[in-house]
């Protein structure tokens, strides 16, 4: 069983850095490739950044720049630093892997940007 807990979320003005974490449980940490998804009520979930075991990393465009994935093998976490963040950021994120076939989410933590 692949249990992921997020933390980090929270209130920050525009312009400003957060950085979450996402605690991943089981011996999948090692080959698996995390990602960092969000959603805002009404739309659907999106991918924001993707980091693969070998530390190949994706980005959504609007992201790009200003976000940083990255993953501590030693901890099992992977992080998402949060920087010059919009309006636009605020979000439920959510942390998440794909292992034997199996689609593995965490809880989400709340990201709210003011303007």
């Known amino acids: 069983q692949v249990q992921l807990v997020e933390s980090g979320g929270g209130l920050v003005q525009a312009g400003g850095s957060l950085r979450l974490s996402c605690a991943a449980s089981?011996?999948?940490?090692?080959?698996?490739?995390m990602g960092w998804f969000r959603q805002t009520p009404g739309k659907q979930r999106e991918l924001v950044a993707f980091?693969?075991?070998?530390?190949?990393?994706n980005y959504l465009e609007s992201v790009k720049g200003r976000f940083t994935i990255s993953r501590d093998f030693a901890k099992n976490t992977v992080y998402l630093q949060m920087n010059s963040l919009k309006a636009e950021d605020t979000a439920v994120y959510y942390c998440?892997?794909?292992?034997?076939?199996?689609?593995?989410w965490g809880k989400g933590t709340q990201v709210t940007v003011s303007s």
């Open positions: 998440n892997t794909f292992v034997s076939g199996m689609n593995y």
């Open positions: 089981g011996s999948i940490f090692s080959f698996a490739g």
């Open positions: 980091i693969t075991s070998g530390g190949t990393t």
